[in-house]
C-alpha cells in the first residue's frame, strides 16, 4: 500500500493593507516516507536540548529558531531526497478584493499548489493521500476555508482515491515543521529579497 503524505503551510499575514506583508505563500511538501527525515529531525531536536541548546524548543520554527540553528535544521533536510516541495507565491496587492474572503481565497489559491501535487507528483500505484496542516489557530472562517480548499482539491483532483485531512500541532509532526522552513525560505525570497 503506497500512501503519498502532503504536509501544506503557509507564510505571510491576511492583511490586504498597506500595513501588511506584500506577499502571501501556500506550501506542500510531500513524501512517501516520513519516517526518516522525521526521525532525524527529533534526534536534533534532542541533541539541542541534551547539550542546553533548546532550553524552550518544543518543535523547530524557522521564523523563531535562531540561524544556527536553522543552519542544522537545513543540513538534516538535504541529507535527504526523497521529499520535495512546491510553493505559489500570491502578490496580495495584485489579488481583486472580490477574492478577499479566505472562503474564497483559500480555494483559489491553497488549491493551486495542490493541483500541481496531486496532478503531476502522485505515483502510480498510490492508494491514499494523507493531507497534513498545523492545528488551525486563527479564525474559524479562515480554519473551514482551509478544510474546504483542501477537500474541494482532492475530490477534484483525486478521483476515487482515498484521502484524510489531519490537523495536527506542529510540535507532534515534524513534517509541519519542514513545510514551515521551506514556507517560511520562499516567504524570506520574496518578501525581503534574502537569499541566504
Not at 31 to 56: I, V
Not at 59 to 87: C, M
Request: charged letters at 20%; glycine letters at 6%.
Amino acid at each position: 500500500m503506497s500512501t503519498v503524505h502532503v504536509h501544506i503551510d503557509e507564510s505571510g499575514d491576511f492583511n490586504f493593507t498597506a500595513t501588511g506583508s506584500r506577499y502571501y505563500v501556500f506550501t506542500a511538501v510531500w513524501t512517501y516516507d516520513p519516517a526518516p527525515l522525521a526521525a532525524d529531525l527529533t534526534a536534533l531536536r534532542f541533541g539541542l536540548l541534551k547539550s542546553g541548546h533548546g532550553e524552550r524548543l518544543s518543535a523547530f520554527h524557522a521564523w523563531e529558531d535562531p540561524q544556527p540553528r536553522r543552519d542544522l535544521v537545513i543540513g538534516v533536510l538535504l541529507n535527504y531526497k526523497t521529499w520535495n516541495f512546491a510553493s505559489i507565491v500570491v502578490d496580495k496587492p495584485r489579488v481583486n478584493p472580490s477574492l478577499y474572503d479566505p472562503m474564497t481565497f483559500y480555494p483559489r489559491f491553497l488549491a493551486m499548489v495542490l493541483r500541481f501535487v496531486f496532478r503531476g507528483r502522485v505515483r502510480p500505484g498510490t492508494s491514499q493521500i494523507l493531507v497534513y496542516t498545523d492545528t488551525l489557530p486563527f479564525e474559524r472562517k479562515r480554519a473551514q476555508a482551509v478544510e474546504v480548499a483542501i477537500k474541494k482539491s482532492c475530490h477534484e483532483d483525486l478521483p476515487g482515491l482515498p484521502f484524510q485531512v489531519f490537523h495536527h500541532r506542529r510540535e507532534s509532526n515534524a513534517w509541519i515543521q519542514v513545510a514551515d522552513y521551506c514556507s517560511w525560505s520562499v516567504f524570506r525570497k520574496w518578501e525581503n529579497g534574502n537569499l541566504d
